[in-house]
């Protein structure tokens, strides 16, 4: 199998996201964790750990119509024998966004049981969204304010400032920006972010990454592949990425001038097509 990739992006914005979201904190109830449901460890920034500590929180696990349903039981199951309030959603679709509410509202039980004893029955919940870059957050909070439009844009890092949002009665979301974080101890993370999206295409060399991806999905997913792009047994069986690569090239009549595969269109494809869910529904990360 080909190496992977060292991929590092650390915007200067970077650190000033990590202030912001610590200055917030006071002023939320909870928080809800976005991560995507194909890469659900890579997509889960360790920072944020450090930074939410012990104030409540939740995570949603989003695209999950684009990833594989089985994995994305068996990683709902995983949080909540560690006791960590999660739900698979689909902030482009609205699937399941109907259960944000109850989920938090769950969650903060007992502290609405302590306002309501104070007399403060009716209290505004304030929940603050973080995540990745290019996770969904931005998707979510427009899916959910049905009008107060966050910015959103499939480029990472669009969202630079935070943001309130009133979500139905009694209900505030606060969008912050993505935060990545500084180095990618694991570069398998690094590579995984990139394969959707959540590392800009412009800082990597696409060629290696789909290689890199298209030996992942022979492994894991040989069906959808060979499905996808019309190939045998024989395409995949003991072969590298690259040469992967060049047979989907050929196949798709991805040519240049003296019939040589024109591999930079085929790795484009290739990444978008696995983005888009063309190939089929994939998780990369299992349990």
């Keep these: 199998m080909s190496e992977a990739q060292s991929i590092q992006w650390f915007p200067g914005h970077m650190t000033k996201t990590r202030r912001q979201i610590e200055k917030s904190l006071k002023l939320v109830d909870a928080v809800a964790e976005i991560a995507d449901a194909r890469i659900p460890i890579s997509s889960r920034n360790p920072v944020l750990d450090k930074i939410i500590q012990n104030k409540p929180r939740m995570i949603l696990l989003n695209k999950c119509d684009m990833a594989d349903p089985v994995q994305t039981a068996r990683w709902l199951e995983f949080y909540r024998e560690k006791g960590i309030a999660a739900i698979a959603v689909d902030c482009r679709t609205g699937k399941n966004l109907q259960g944000l509410i109850p989920a938090v509202r769950e969650l903060l039980k007992d502290r609405i049981a302590s306002w309501n004893a104070k007399g403060?029955?009716?209290?505004?919940?304030?929940?603050?969204?973080?995540?990745?870059?290019?996770?969904?957050?931005?998707?979510?909070?427009?899916?959910?304010?049905?009008?107060?439009?966050?910015?959103?844009?499939?480029?990472?890092?669009?969202?630079?400032?935070?943001?309130?949002?009133?979500?139905?009665?009694?209900?505030?979301?606060?969008?912050?920006?993505?935060?990545?974080?500084?180095?990618?101890?694991?570069?398998?993370?690094?590579?995984?972010?990139?394969?959707?999206?959540?590392?800009?295409?412009?800082?990597?060399?696409?060629?290696?990454?789909?290689?890199?991806?298209?030996?992942?999905?022979?492994?894991?997913?040989?069906?959808?592949?060979?499905?996808?792009?019309?190939?045998?047994?024989?395409?995949?069986?003991?072969?590298?990425?690259?040469?992967?690569?060049?047979?989907?090239?050929?196949?798709?009549?991805?040519?240049?001038?003296?019939?040589?595969?024109?591999?930079?269109?085929?790795?484009?494809?290739?990444?978008?097509?696995?983005?888009?869910?063309?190939?089929?529904?994939?998780?990369?990360?299992?349990?």
């Design 120 to 287: 403060m029955t009716g209290r505004v919940i304030r929940v603050m969204v973080v995540g990745v870059p290019n996770v969904g957050k931005s998707s979510l909070i427009n899916r959910l304010s049905k009008g107060s439009k966050a910015d959103v844009a499939d480029r990472p890092g669009v969202t630079r400032t935070n943001q309130w949002f009133t979500i139905g009665k009694g209900f505030e979301l606060l969008d912050t920006p993505g935060v990545l974080w500084p180095k990618f101890e694991d570069p398998e993370v690094g590579e995984h972010l990139a394969f959707t999206g959540a590392v800009k295409d412009d800082v990597v060399d696409v060629e290696h990454l789909a290689s890199r991806l298209l030996e992942i999905l022979a492994a894991k997913y040989p069906g959808p592949l060979k499905q996808r792009y019309k190939m045998e047994d024989s395409d995949l069986e003991g072969k590298q990425g690259w040469e992967i690569l060049e047979t989907i090239g050929r196949k798709r009549g991805m040519l240049i001038s003296g019939g040589e595969i024109n591999t930079e269109r085929a790795a484009a494809a290739v990444l978008d097509e696995f983005r888009s869910a063309k190939i089929g529904r994939i998780t990369l990360e299992d349990v």
